[in-house]
């Protein structure tokens, strides 16, 4: 099957949603800190259960363990992943975009199925269907294979835009724009 590059707009309407990457630092130092504290909380309370009582230098550690590794731990993921979060451009051509850290995907606007949001806020997903494999056209670039999700025979793209910038409904306002009677 051919790719239908179908023009619907003049050419310099392209729409680009990114994540910042400060926005990504906090949310994912929130979680990891979150998750750090807790751990240390159930440790200290193991040490507690089985008779070995932590000291007042135990608890300054652990306080201090709580302020550093979180941060050190975040920047650290996110020097890995620096240039490669995720990404979505929407064009007169088509949509182009790329999940965290996964090659970039083209689908022309004639091989949209359908485009919804599932979850809710830093977790937001964007699920592009197409109308037929053929339209996917995976392009070149650093990452793993694109996010996709099967079901009932067909395969769905999966974007994280939870933390884009402008934010997922403004992402879902443009692509009803563009495609009014599939999102």
Do not use: C
Request: hydrophobic share 50%; aromatic share 8%.
């Amino acid at each position: 099957m051919t790719h239908i590059d179908e023009v619907l707009g003049p050419d310099d309407d392209t729409v680009t949603f990114f994540q910042p990457r400060a926005m990504v630092f906090v949310t994912m130092l929130w979680v990891v800190a979150a998750v750090w504290i807790t751990s240390l909380a159930l440790f200290t309370g193991l040490r507690l259960a089985i008779g070995d009582t932590p000291t007042t230098g135990d608890l300054v550690l652990y306080l201090e363990l709580a302020l550093i590794v979180p941060v050190a731990l975040t920047a650290l993921i996110l020097l890995v992943a620096w240039n490669r979060l995720g990404w979505l451009h929407s064009s007169m051509r088509g949509l182009d975009f790329a999940a965290t850290g996964r090659r970039p995907v083209h689908i022309p606007w004639a091989g949209v199925g359908e485009v919804a949001l599932r979850y809710r806020g830093p977790f937001t997903e964007l699920i592009i269907t197409p109308v037929d494999a053929d339209f996917a056209e995976p392009l070149h670039g650093a990452g793993r294979p694109p996010r996709t999700r099967r079901r009932n025979g067909q395969t769905a793209y999966l974007v994280d835009v939870g933390l884009m910038s402008p934010a997922p409904e403004v992402l879902l306002a443009e692509l009803h724009r563009r495609l009014p009677a599939k999102v």
